[in-house]
T-cell receptor, first 112, second 114 residues
C-alpha cells in the first residue's frame, strides 16, 4: 500500500461545529504532516509528527488540534473555525530519514 | 526560516518547446529539493527531486539542476505536451530526525498550447 488516505474528501461545517479530519497510511512511515492550501497558493506546513510525537507546530491557532493516536493514523480536530479557514487540508507521510513523501488527496473544507 | 522564491509565476509555451522554472532558497542547510505538479482540484504530485550531494538529475523529459553555491535550482521540461499544463511548485527542506518539512515556492502556472 503506497497511499495516504484522507477522509472525508469534502466537509462543510458551521463556525460552532466540531469536526475531525482523518489521515491513514500503511507504509510504515514514522513522520506525518498536515498542510493547508488556499486556492492558487502553495501548501503551508501546519504540523509535523515524528514517532507519534508533535515535533513542529507552525504557530497554528488552537482551534486546530492535531492528534496522532498511532503510527498509521493522524487526525486534525477542528473547533470554532472561521470562514477564512476554508481551504484544502493535505496530509502526507514519509520516512524520518528519507524525503520524497506523498500527499493524500486532501479534504476540501468549507466553513460557513 | 527558509525562504523559497520561484520564477516565473506564469509560463506559456508552445507544444514541443522547452520550459524552465527557477527557484532560489535562503537556508544553506537545506539539502532536499523536490518539485511537485498540481493539476486543478488535485493533490500535489512529486515529479522529481534532488539532494544537495547531486548537481543534476534527469527522468525522461524532466530534469532538475542544483547550484549549491548560488542556492538555486531549476526544473527543465523538454518536448512539452498539453498534459504538462499545471501548477508547478518547488520546495526546499533541510530534513532532521523529525522528518522533512517542506517550504514551498509560490508556484508557476504552466500552459502548453497545441
Amino acid at each position: 500500500d503506497t497511499e495516504v488516505t484522507q477522509t472525508p474528501k469534502h466537509l462543510v461545517m458551521g463556525m460552532t461545529n466540531k469536526k475531525s479530519l482523518k489521515c491513514e497510511q500503511h507504509m510504515g512511515h514514522r513522520a506525518m504532516y498536515w498542510y493547508k492550501q488556499k486556492a492558487k497558493k502553495p501548501p503551508e506546513l501546519m504540523f509535523v509528527y515524528s514517532y507519534e510525537k508533535l515535533s513542529i507546530n507552525e504557530s497554528v491557532p488552537s482551534r486546530f488540534s492535531p492528534e496522532c493516536p498511532n503510527s498509521s493514523l493522524l487526525n486534525l480536530h477542528l473547533h470554532a473555525l472561521q470562514p477564512e479557514d476554508s481551504a484544502l487540508y493535505l496530509c502526507a507521510s514519509s520516512r524520518t530519514d528519507q524525503a520524497g513523501y506523498t500527499f493524500g488527496s486532501g479534504t476540501r473544507l468549507t466553513v460557513v | 526560516g527558509e525562504n523559497v522564491e520561484q520564477h516565473p509565476s506564469t509560463l506559456s509555451v508552445q507544444e514541443g518547446d522547452s520550459a524552465v522554472i527557477k527557484c532560489t532558497y535562503s537556508d544553506s542547510a537545506s539539502n532536499y529539493f523536490p518539485w511537485y505538479k498540481q493539476e486543478l482540484g488535485k493533490r500535489p504530485q512529486l515529479i522529481i527531486d534532488i539532494r544537495s550531494n547531486v548537481g543534476e538529475k534527469k527522468d525522461q523529459r524532466i530534469a532538475v539542476t542544483l547550484n549549491k553555491t548560488a542556492k538555486h535550482f531549476s526544473l527543465h521540461i523538454t518536448e512539452t505536451q498539453p498534459e504538462d499544463s499545471a501548477v508547478y511548485f518547488c520546495a526546499a527542506s533541510k530534513g532532521s530526525n523529525s522528518g522533512y518539512a517542506l517550504n514551498f515556492g509560490k508556484g508557476t502556472s504552466l500552459l502548453v498550447t497545441p
